[in-house]
T-cell receptor
Framework: GQSLEQPSEVTAVEGAIVQINCTYQTSGFYGLSWYQQHDGGAPTFLSYNALDGLEETGRFSSFLSRSDSYGYLLLQELQMKDSASYFCAVRDEDYGQNFVFGPGTRLSVLP | SAVISQKPSRDICQRGTSLTIQCQVDSQVTMMFWYRQQPGQSLTLIATANQGSEATYESGFVIDKFPISRPNLTFSTLTVSNMSPEDSSIYLC???????????FGSGTRLTVV
């Protein structure tokens, strides 16, 4: 089976940098994704890492270490609009190459 | 990327009744997925729907309770049957693209069973 762990809540102030960690256990790892979901909204894609290293997209970066079964999402220059839930998701060969979602991290950005 | 229209956006239903949720995609896709998200929780896959074949259900979900149709490559429906308050949740359809690495989700259906 698969299991993913994320912190349940993170709080930071505007302009700060925050890192949301994700650890996973899976036997058929393909890649790690991050999704953002605002209250009442649908999840939206942020990033996908299949290889080790850091991927940067604007204020958001995502990191993967396959040997450590670990990844993180880094949000820089936080804005109030970044307040949302963030889900890591593992693409698993043993799950038909579909994604299994983590429990989610609720980020609150304070003024 | 694909654009998905999902409806209804929300509904309040009486227990024992059924609700059918529709998803229309603006491009042809092989697989569509149906998820359930209970308030404050993560997304749980209900089933995968391929055109022209029976849907594949995940553990804990059965066809009699959640029948799915996939009549063509751009449309799918999920029915929540014989509803109980425990079925109150958000239901989301999604499609995968970019060689299976990216999901796009519909806007969701917020279901309340009373």
């Amino acid at each position: 089976g698969q299991s993913l762990e994320q912190p349940s809540e993170v709080t930071a102030v505007e302009g700060a940098i925050v890192q949301i960690n994700c650890t996973y256990q899976t036997s058929g790892f393909y890649g790690l994704s991050w999704y953002q979901q605002h209250d009442g909204g649908a999840p939206t894609f942020l990033s996908y890492n299949a290889l080790d290293g850091l991927e940067e997209t604007g204020r958001f970066s995502s990191f993967l270490s396959r040997s450590d079964s670990y990844g993180y999402l880094l949000l820089q220059e936080l804005q109030m609009k970044d307040s949302a839930s963030y889900f890591c998701a593992v693409r698993d060969e043993d799950y038909g190459q579909n994604f299994v979602f983590g429990p989610g991290t609720r980020l609150s950005v304070l003024p | 990327s694909a654009v998905i229209s999902q409806k209804p956006s929300r509904d309040i239903c009486q227990r024992g009744t059924s609700l059918t949720i529709q998803c229309q995609v603006d491009s042809q896709v092989t697989m569509m997925f149906w998820y359930r998200q209970q308030p404050g929780q993560s997304l749980t896959l209900i089933a995968t729907a391929n055109q022209g074949s029976e849907a594949t259900y995940e553990s804990g979900f059965v066809i009699d309770k959640f029948p799915i149709s996939r009549p063509n490559l751009t449309f799918s429906t999920l029915t929540v049957s014989n509803m109980s308050p425990e079925d109150s949740s958000i239901y989301l359809c999604s499609v995968v693209w970019d060689r299976g690495s990216v999901y796009t989700f519909g806007s969701g259906t917020r279901l309340t069973v009373v």
